[in-house]
T-cell receptor, first 114, second 114 residues
């Protein structure tokens, strides 16, 4: 069965510093990987996805993520954090030739400290 | 404006009552989804539909029902059989199958059982 893990419930980063939000996955076959962001009392917003091709994926708001097949990871990164990046971040995984479901991680709360 | 609307934003229900949550999209998406979000548990899939007049159970379908009579509408009924319905409910849609297409989310409905 496919699964996704976000090992950190919360990440604190000072404004201007680089940030990383970790995600690891388990799936048979090639994964499709996604990152979403959720602001308080709102729905999720899509940030970026990896389907195939270049392992470094660039997305919205200056975020990027690197697909690492050997480590089964898809960590979200940003070179310089903004206070407005504070939110709840979800990693998600699906796989081709499976049922039409995406599995979401439990989320990581990112706090950017001014 | 294209997007997904959910109503109401807040809903209060007495025990033993059925309630219906509305989800409408004007994105011309084929697939629609219902998720339940509880603190610290991420998103869990309740039901999904890839085409009009067809839908499948997700991971936590017990106590819920849906219909998909129109492409743009996917209402969710929380029945009295749902043991713990207090949660934040999110509706989403995607072009075609969601396994490699990003999902677009509505703003959510917060249901509280009194």
């Amino acid at each position: 069965a496919q699964s996704v893990a976000q090992p950190e419930d919360q990440v604190n980063v000072a404004e201007g510093n680089p940030l990383t939000v970790k995600c690891t996955y388990s799936v048979s076959g090639n994964p499709y990987l996604f990152w979403y962001v959720q602001y308080p009392n709102r729905g999720l917003q899509f940030l970026l996805k990896y389907i195939t091709g270049d392992n470094l994926v660039k997305g919205s708001y200056g975020f990027e993520a690197e697909f690492n097949k050997s480590q089964t990871s898809f960590h979200l990164k940003k070179p310089s954090a903004l206070v407005s990046d504070s939110a709840l971040y979800f990693c998600a995984v699906s796989a081709p030739n499976r049922d039409d479901k995406i599995i979401f991680g439990k989320g990581t709360r990112l706090h950017i400290l001014p | 404006d294209g997007g997904i609307t959910q109503s109401p934003k807040y809903l209060f229900r007495k025990e033993g009552q059925n309630v219906t949550l509305s989800c409408e999209q004007n994105l011309n998406h084929d697939a629609m989804y219902w998720y339940r979000q509880d603190p610290g548990q991420g998103l869990r899939l309740i039901y999904y539909s890839q085409i009009v007049n067809d839908f499948q159970k997700g991971d936590i379908a017990e106590g819920y029902s849906v219909s998909r009579e129109k492409k743009e509408s996917f209402p969710l009924t929380v029945t009295s059989a749902q043991k713990n319905p207090t949660a934040f409910y999110l509706c989403a849609s995607s072009i075609g199958q969601g396994v490699y297409n990003e999902q677009f989310f509505g703003p959510g409905t917060r249901l509280t059982v009194l």
